[in-house]
């Protein structure tokens, strides 16, 4: 009798024992349990730790509360502007309604995807080259919002949306280059003109003050001179200003006439032999 019973006993452990293991499930911490009763949806969203569910009669369903990175194949498509581009992007979203992401649709991650797919052909088609470029923080946003307004009823909400890269077709990048290099050598020409405009007016400036004093002009043509000698080299180049010449020309004409007014006049001289006497006078002067 006593057999019978440690046996009916150890019977009924036994039983429980499997029952209990076969009734407990284990919910981690960044996860939440759905359960089924049924094939109807219990209230309660079962929290992390030890949960207990009727074996046969019910059925948990773990769902993940992490935030997701899912990427956006490449998406190809013509801009506003009639370019060819071929876009891509990442998208983070996480789950914050349990039971609306297993009930509301079949396979939350798969519809996420298809919708930012979607979302991204039609914001290439809604922007032009340029915002794709360089204004990407407005289009992150307004992708953002085109997949996040289908996404709340699916109980998951969108945490940011990130254009990775833009493609471009070869041709369009040579063409993109070949409008940088000329707007880079427009501002170089600008940049160039004026410099020039700024020393013009600095050199007639100084054409004025060397007008007032003709002698400034002959001492900045010795200086030259003496700043092309220091070079040591082999051949000195010496320019001659017409200025200087007429200046010469002019002290020899009056020179003439005062002798003329003494003596009888002379025959007129040669145009070569009065430009050999102002060299002359010149050597001399530069002599001396």
């Known amino acids: 009798m006593v057999d019978e019973l440690i046996g009916a006993v150890a019977a009924v452990g036994a039983g429980g024992l499997v029952y209990l293991a076969s009734a407990a499930r284990i919910v981690k911490q960044y996860e939440r349990g759905v359960v089924f009763r049924l094939g109807r949806?219990?209230?309660e969203v079962r929290r992390p730790g030890f949960n207990l569910i009727v074996p046969l009669v019910d059925r948990l369903r773990k769902v993940n509360m992490q935030i997701v990175t899912m990427p956006v194949p490449a998406q190809e498509g013509i801009s506003r502007d009639n370019v060819?581009?071929?876009?891509?992007a990442?998208?983070?979203?996480k789950v914050v309604d349990p039971a609306a992401a297993v009930v509301n649709v079949e396979d939350y991650r798969f519809a996420v995807s298809q919708?930012?797919?979607t979302s991204l052909r039609s914001i290439i088609g809604k922007s032009?080259?340029?915002?794709?470029?360089?204004?990407?923080e407005k289009l992150n946003q307004g992708l953002e919002l085109m997949i996040d307004s289908p996404a709340v009823e699916w109980g998951v909400t969108i945490d940011r949306v990130e254009i990775k890269d833009v493609s471009l077709p070869d041709t369009m990048k040579r063409s993109m280059a070949r409008q940088a290099e000329a707007d880079r050598e427009r501002r170089a020409r600008l940049i160039n003109a004026d410099a020039e405009y700024q020393a013009s007016k600095k050199l007639a400036q100084a054409a004025h003050q060397m007008a007032d004093t003709p002698s400034a002009l002959q001492l900045r043509l010795l200086q030259t001179v003496m700043a092309v000698a220091a070079e040591k080299n082999s051949t000195l180049v010496l320019p001659i200003p017409v200025e200087l010449l007429r200046f010469l020309e002019r002290g020899h004409q009056e020179g003439g006439h005062q002798e003329g007014d003494r003596q009888a006049p002379e025959p007129a001289e040669h145009p070569v032999d009065r430009t050999e006497q102002a060299m002359d006078?010149?050597?001399r002067a530069v002599e001396q």
């Not at 060819?84 to 891509?88: E, F, L, N, P, S």
């Not at 080259?129 to 990407?136: E, H, P, Q, T, V």
């Open 41 to 43: 949806l219990r209230g």
């Open 84 to 88: 060819t581009v071929r876009v891509d």
């Open 90 to 93: 990442v998208v983070y979203f």
């Open 115 to 117: 919708m930012a797919q």
């Open 128 to 136: 032009e080259l340029d915002d794709l470029l360089s204004n990407r």
């Open 281 to 283: 006078d010149l050597r």
